[in-house]
């Protein structure tokens, strides 16, 4: 879409970045308000990236969760975790969304709404509270910006473990029998940091393979992984016929900052990974997303723009003590032994393992987590070695 230099569009909401936090936002609000007057602003030729999007059912706000369900290609009753020494069956259910369904819903969805538009290979070169300058020159302006352009660029390594995979989607000669996820497969080599493949059953013959380190650098060599991907097919019986998707990821896993805040005067209202709406320990970020975009939809968008330090402070409260895990496992285990961690934590009863991916724990839950004995490989000489080794950097 194009304009002209000279005028400025008015739009109810300008979402910059064509993405996760963005669609979901747009989903929120013309579910309420079909006349509501939404841009979406995406740089790249199509909306959504390269993505396959999971996340656990119950914490997605109901109020938006029929707004969101035309998103879901797949779900499951629960999913698996194994480890060397502990196998478990999780009864959490469990959805899966592509880039793919994303793109359809929200092209959909908003070529249904009168007033709203997508904004296709549209880079927004400058970003304020009530304006949105594109690269072409023109200005739109908006009651509610919002800023959902991603993970700022360039690792942000202080303070931070980072989650790295490479994922493969496969399609097989014959069927994998896995009825449900298995979110950690960590029975294999844990030299580089916690490592663990994640199996998504896509379909019988389709499956999402992907080969996930919680390591303490972000550089990830994603072609020899990608072979890792492959040898552990082999060996789990899957006969590949074809690499259908690759989808690559390095996300931040923080023990201080990326937590969202107000926007200050003049600035945009910082939303998704951008703006630390996302979950520290697990990088999971669909659910907080479809919180902050059902916060949005709820009301006026310059009461959304007031109030949203109300949500910043709750989602804090919980991301806070999921970036003291952070710490904790990066900072007093060595990576290979910080898979002990994982493997205590899915120990816990199931309602602690539901809130802690919802970021709701309860104070009982933090110290079911936190006390008894650490888990193995915990090591108060490890803080120190990594502040010296830091310092001689
Ligand atoms: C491969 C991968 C898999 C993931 N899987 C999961 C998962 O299973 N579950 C989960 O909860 N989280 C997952 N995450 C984490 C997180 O949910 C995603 O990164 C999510 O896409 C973040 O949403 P977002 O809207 O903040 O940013 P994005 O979805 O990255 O969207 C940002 C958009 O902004 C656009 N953009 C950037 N600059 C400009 C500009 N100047 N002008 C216009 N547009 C611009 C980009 O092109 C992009 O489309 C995954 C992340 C990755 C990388």
Redesign the pocket.
């Known amino acids: 879409m194009t304009g002209g230099r000279e005028r400025a569009r008015a739009f109810d909401y300008i979402l910059?970045?064509?993405?996760?936090?963005?669609g979901l936002i747009a989903l929120a609000v013309l579910a309420d308000r079909p006349s509501a007057r939404i841009a979406v602003?995406?740089?790249?030729s199509q909306?959504?990236?390269?993505?396959?999007?999971?996340?656990h059912e119950d914490d997605v706000p109901e109020a938006i969760e029929p707004a969101l369900r035309p998103l879901v290609v797949a779900s499951w009753g629960g999913y698996e975790v194994r480890f060397p020494g502990h196998h478990r069956s999780v009864g959490i259910p469990y959805a899966a969304v592509t880039s793919e369904r994303f793109r359809e819903v929200i092209a959909d969805r908003i070529a249904r709404a009168p007033r709203s538009a997508v904004f296709l290979q549209?880079?927004?070169?400058a970003v304020s509270a009530d304006r949105v300058t594109l690269d072409s020159g023109e200005t739109l302006t908006g009651r509610l910006v919002v800023d959902?352009?991603?993970?700022a660029s360039g690792s942000d390594r202080a303070a931070s473990g980072f989650q790295v995979?490479t994922?493969l989607e496969l399609a097989l000669a014959t069927p994998h029998h896995l009825s449900r996820p298995v979110l950690m497969d960590a029975r294999v080599p844990q030299d580089e940091g916690f490592r663990f493949f994640y199996a998504l059953p896509l379909s019988p013959d389709r499956i999402l393979l992907e080969d996930t380190y919680f390591a303490d650098e972000p550089d990830l060599d994603g072609d020899l992984v990608r072979g890792r991907v492959l040898a552990r097919a082999a060996e789990l019986g899957f006969e590949v016929k074809a690499i259908a998707r690759e989808?690559?990821?390095v996300?931040p896993m923080p023990w201080a900052n990326h937590l969202p805040r107000p926007p200050g005067s003049g600035e945009p209202l910082a939303?998704?990974?951008?703006g630390g709406w996302?979950h520290p320990a697990t990088?999971?970020?669909?659910?907080v997303?479809a919180r902050l975009a059902a916060f949005v939809a709820a009301r006026s968008p310059e009461r959304a723009r007031r109030e949203i330090a109300a949500l910043a402070r709750k989602h804090g409260r919980g991301a806070r003590f999921a970036q003291g895990l952070n710490r904790l496992a990066f900072g007093f285990f060595a990576p290979s032994r910080r898979y002990h961690v994982f493997e205590r934590f899915y120990r816990l009863p199931e309602a602690t393992i539901r809130r802690f991916y919802s970021l709701e724990l309860t104070a009982r839950d933090k110290v079911r987590i936190l006390g008894g004995r650490p888990p193995r490989g915990f090591s108060v000489r490890r803080p120190l070695a990594r502040t010296k080794a830091e310092r001689g950097a």
């Open positions: 910059v970045g064509g993405g996760l936090q963005s602003i995406e740089r790249a909306l959504g990236g390269n993505h396959t999007w999971c996340f549209c880079a927004a070169r959902a352009r991603g993970p995979f994922g989808e690559r990821g996300l939303a998704g990974y951008r996302f990088g999971y970020s669909f659910p997303a």
